[in-house]
């Protein structure tokens, strides 16, 4: 296991722990999957989540878990736990959150019965939302928990995309008075992160959500027209931008460890691949 280590400080009068797992990228079928669905799982598994050509996605997993039972921690996961929506993937993820103290944020894979294979827009999502919700607990569009006098809120913007629903229900966790960690899968844009992704990951786009338009025109149109932030995902980062409640967010998505402060001054902590064995220890103070 690749163990980061942060410290959030926030004036908690006592300290809690927790592991911060992402994009662990289960891919499975079962007997109850078409058979092109193993091929697929075999392909999504050879082609993209090999760890020096072996599939350890599992024993990371499992090392994880070890690791927060031990040290007492509950897992924060901000999705990806799965690559594609199979039975045999919902079924695992659905055995393993029931093993464990988990909160969970949904990823875009979640919904994504092919990778590939979809147009992963607003009437997909509500098309694949009623297959994938009965394998979670956590309620996949918001969800909120509170862990040692800690609020955390759970936000689906797997398709860089929040609405005015998911606000209003933020503004009523920010009543109940608690501090807020949020968590959500895609991270919110910062000219740093954008920086990384567009030179030096050199991807034809950051993969972010709210990117300004005008650092979006050399996308590709399909990718433009994915992550341009609407006007309830614009009112919704605002929203955060100056609720004082929300101490930091924690994300996904982008398979690598990143921190840094949002543009208002607030940490955001991305972190990589589970099928990498990567995790993150994280301490608030
Ligand atoms: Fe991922
Ligand atoms: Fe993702």
Do not use: I, S, T, Y
């Given at each position: 296991m690749n163990l980061a280590k942060t410290t959030i400080r926030i004036g908690l009068p006592a300290p809690i722990r927790l592991l911060h797992l992402s994009d662990t990228h289960f891919c499975k079928a079962d007997?109850?999957?078409?058979e092109h669905m193993h091929a697929h799982a075999a392909n999504r598994l050879r082609n993209a989540f090999l760890h020096n050509g072996e599939d350890r996605i599992q024993e990371y997993w499992d090392e994880a878990v070890a690791y927060a039972k031990e040290n007492n921690m509950p897992i924060l996961h901000t999705g990806d736990l799965i690559d594609f929506l199979t039975h045999g993937c919902g079924a695992h993820a659905k055995k393993l959150l029931g093993e464990i103290d988990c909160f969970f944020a949904i990823g875009?894979?979640?919904?994504?019965?092919?990778?590939?294979?979809?147009?992963?827009?607003l009437s997909y999502k509500m098309e694949q939302l009623p297959v994938c919700q009965p394998f979670f607990k956590d309620p996949l569009l918001f969800a909120s928990r509170v862990i040692g006098g800690v609020n955390f809120v759970a936000v689906d913007d797997g398709y860089y995309l929040f609405t005015d629903w998911q606000r209003q229900r933020l503004e009523y966790e920010v009543s109940k008075g608690y501090p807020i960690i949020l968590m959500m899968h895609n991270p919110i844009h910062t000219d740093e992160l954008y920086e990384i992704m567009m030179n030096e990951k050199k991807q034809p786009c950051a993969y972010l959500t709210g990117t300004p338009e005008e650092m979006m025109k050399c996308y590709p149109e399909n990718r433009y027209n994915q992550q341009l932030a609407d006007e309830p995902t614009r009112r919704f980062i605002d929203y955060i931008a100056h609720e004082p409640a929300i101490k930091a967010i924690l994300a996904g998505h982008l398979h690598f460890n990143w921190e840094g402060e949002l543009p208002w001054g607030v940490m955001q902590y991305v972190t990589g691949g589970g099928f990498l064995g990567v995790a993150r220890e994280i301490e608030i103070i």
């Open positions: 007997e109850f999957d078409p875009n894979h979640e919904l994504c019965h092919q990778v590939g294979k979809a147009r992963e827009d």
